[in-house]
């Protein structure tokens, strides 16, 4: 069953019928999230076809509708039962969790789909740059590969709303466009794609074991494509208040702010990008940063500089979080004179780097200091047949174009441990090429 355009006339409509429920959407084509989870709204419509209508709402061609439901940020979903509000999720972070906010809020059970497949050579688990350039690399070898993606292809670059700086798209590109065309170009070659979520991992032994939301994978090799996340601040009720004015990406939620005031942290690649999507957008954008200028490369300091409408707080770090219902503020501290001072703002947006997504492979896999797993220019682990690439290994650049580099360097060695050859991590490390 497609999925209904819904205008106020008809939300009203499919809301108060009687019999299936209705699982409605607040969207915008300027959100990257929501183009994110759109693969899998169509194949929960599918799934659901008999029990759900799903139905999205553009809020930017209906404003009044989304004010009058009280949506603060996007994407989020309502659930209704013949004219009764069920239930209401933000931003699911992957179709598991979403059927399981359906599941339960409807108290059905989707039928679980039993995993009978034959041992994958290789099990890719995510679905980012890395992860399907190792998918279409292991195709063209003739291996069997499926990517494990809870979401949507992508990973975070999905969420960048311009990549310049990936080769032959000479206007650049929109990360979840790219995404897709990763992922179709794997697909071509008969790479499998499940949207799933990865329970657990043993990597141990010459078969390694995937559970999955649905039940158990096997696989000769694994490459780890989990990626990295957003780091947060750490302050107080942080947490309690994203969707109410805390945020963590300027190219999903900086609209929500248009004409306002925002408190940008962070001072490196990310955060100067940000800063420059905010200044188009916000009425002022305040950058806090703890040193007395950006690292960030170059190319951002000049337009920031002369951006009129961004005022810098240098030396600082934000202590608190003001609010009532929403964001009002921050508190600030100078880092050399511990002297506060408030900053009153209707958001905040944090860029203070990422997280390794490693959790799953805690306690198996070498991980260095910083939480990254411990795979060289190699991309081994020290696990043989199991492969790291991407935003999630030790590197010196996370880059798209490093990921993708990534993903054909750990098909060719997996091709290698497959014939009978090496499959720990290098023992020449990242000075291989040194004299």
Same mark, same amino acid.
């Given at each position: 069953?497609?999925?209904?355009?819904?205008?106020?006339?008809?939300?009203?409509?499919?809301?108060?019928?009687?019999?299936?429920?209705?699982?409605?959407?607040?969207?915008?084509?300027?959100?990257?999230?929501?183009?994110?989870?759109?693969?899998?709204?169509?194949?929960?419509?599918?799934?659901?076809?008999?029990?759900?209508?799903?139905?999205?709402?553009?809020?930017?061609?209906?404003?009044?509708?989304?004010?009058?439901?009280?949506?603060?940020?996007?994407?989020?979903?309502?659930?209704?039962?013949?004219?009764?509000?069920?239930?209401?999720?933000?931003?699911?972070?992957?179709?598991?969790?979403?059927?399981?906010?359906?599941?339960?809020?409807?108290?059905?059970?989707?039928?679980?789909?039993?995993?009978?497949?034959?041992?994958?050579?290789?099990?890719?688990?995510?679905?980012?740059?890395?992860?399907?350039?190792?998918?279409?690399?292991?195709?063209?070898?003739?291996?069997?590969?499926?990517?494990?993606?809870?979401?949507?292809?992508?990973?975070?670059?999905?969420?960048?709303?311009?990549?310049?700086?990936?080769?032959?798209?000479?206007?650049?590109?929109?990360?979840?466009?790219?995404?897709?065309?990763?992922?179709?170009?794997?697909?071509?070659?008969?790479?499998?794609?499940?949207?799933?979520?990865?329970?657990?991992?043993?990597?141990?032994?010459?078969?390694?074991?995937?559970?999955?939301?649905?039940?158990?994978? +096997?696989?000769?090799?694994?490459?780890?494509?989990?990626?990295?996340?957003?780091?947060?601040?750490?302050?107080?009720?942080?947490?309690?208040?994203?969707?109410?004015?805390?945020?963590?990406?300027?190219?999903?939620?900086?609209?929500?702010?248009?004409?306002?005031?925002?408190?940008?942290?962070?001072?490196?690649?990310?955060?100067?990008?940000?800063?420059?999507?905010?200044?188009?957008?916000?009425?002022?954008?305040?950058?806090?940063?703890?040193?007395?200028?950006?690292?960030?490369?170059?190319? +951002?300091?000049?337009?920031?500089?002369?951006?009129?409408?961004?005022?810098?707080?240098?030396?600082?770090?934000?202590?608190?979080?003001?609010?009532?219902?929403?964001?009002?503020?921050?508190?600030?501290?100078?880092?050399?004179?511990?002297?506060?001072?408030?900053?009153?703002?209707?958001?905040?947006?944090?860029?203070?780097?990422?997280?390794?997504?490693?959790?799953?492979?805690?306690?198996?896999?070498?991980?260095?200091?910083?939480? +990254?797993?411990?795979?060289?220019e190699s991309t081994k682990t020290n696990i043989p047949g199991v492969f790291a690439v991407g935003d999630v290994r030790t590197k010196a650049l996370r880059q798209v174009v490093t990921a993708v580099a990534d993903g054909a360097v750990a098909v060719h060695y997996a091709e290698e441990y497959l014939a009978g050859g090496s499959g720990g991590i290098s023992v020449e490390g990242y000075c291989s090429d040194s004299t």
């Amino acid at each position: 069953m497609s999925i209904l355009n819904m205008n106020t006339e008809l939300y009203k409509k499919y809301i108060n019928q009687t019999g299936k429920s209705v699982l409605v959407e607040f969207w915008a084509p300027w959100c990257s999230y929501c183009r994110r989870l759109a693969p899998v709204l169509e194949q929960i419509a599918e799934e659901y076809q008999d029990t759900l209508v799903i139905g999205q709402v553009n809020i930017d061609e209906e404003p009044a509708l989304a004010e009058m439901e009280k949506i603060e940020v996007i994407p989020t979903l309502l659930l209704y039962q013949d004219g009764q509000l069920l239930g209401s999720t933000v931003a699911p972070e992957s179709k598991a969790q979403l059927e399981s906010f359906i599941n339960e809020t409807m108290n059905t059970k989707l039928e679980q789909q039993e995993v009978t497949d034959p041992v994958y050579d290789m099990i890719i688990v995510g679905g980012g740059p890395g992860g399907y350039t190792a998918a279409l690399y292991a195709a063209r070898a003739g291996l069997k590969a499926v990517v494990l993606e809870k979401l949507s292809a992508g990973g975070q670059m999905a969420l960048t709303e311009q990549i310049d700086n990936y080769p032959g798209f000479e206007e650049g590109i929109d990360g979840f466009t790219l995404g897709e065309k990763m992922r179709k170009g794997a697909e071509r070659f008969g790479v499998e794609t499940r949207l799933t979520e990865v329970l657990a991992l043993s990597l141990e032994g010459e078969t390694k074991k995937v559970e999955i939301s649905e039940g158990t994978l +096997y696989g000769r090799t694994v490459v780890l494509a989990t990626g990295a996340s957003p780091r947060e601040l750490g302050v107080a009720e942080e947490k309690e208040l994203v969707g109410r004015g805390v945020n963590y990406c300027a190219a999903c939620d900086g609209m929500f702010y248009k004409g306002k005031t925002v408190v940008l942290v962070g001072g490196g690649n990310s955060a100067a990008a940000d800063a420059l999507i905010l200044s188009r957008i916000a009425e002022k954008v305040i950058l806090v940063h703890r040193r007395d200028t950006l690292r960030a490369t170059k190319i +951002y300091h000049e337009p920031l500089m002369q951006a009129e409408n961004v005022e810098f707080r240098w030396n600082s770090t934000v202590t608190e979080i003001l609010h009532d219902e929403t964001v009002k503020g921050v508190r600030l501290r100078d880092v050399k004179t511990g002297e506060e001072s408030l900053a009153e703002c209707d958001g905040v947006f944090i860029s203070v780097g990422r997280k390794p997504a490693t959790d799953l492979v805690k306690g198996q896999i070498e991980l260095d200091s910083a939480g +990254y797993v411990a795979a060289d220019e190699s991309t081994k682990t020290n696990i043989p047949g199991v492969f790291a690439v991407g935003d999630v290994r030790t590197k010196a650049l996370r880059q798209v174009v490093t990921a993708v580099a990534d993903g054909a360097v750990a098909v060719h060695y997996a091709e290698e441990y497959l014939a009978g050859g090496s499959g720990g991590i290098s023992v020449e490390g990242y000075c291989s090429d040194s004299t």
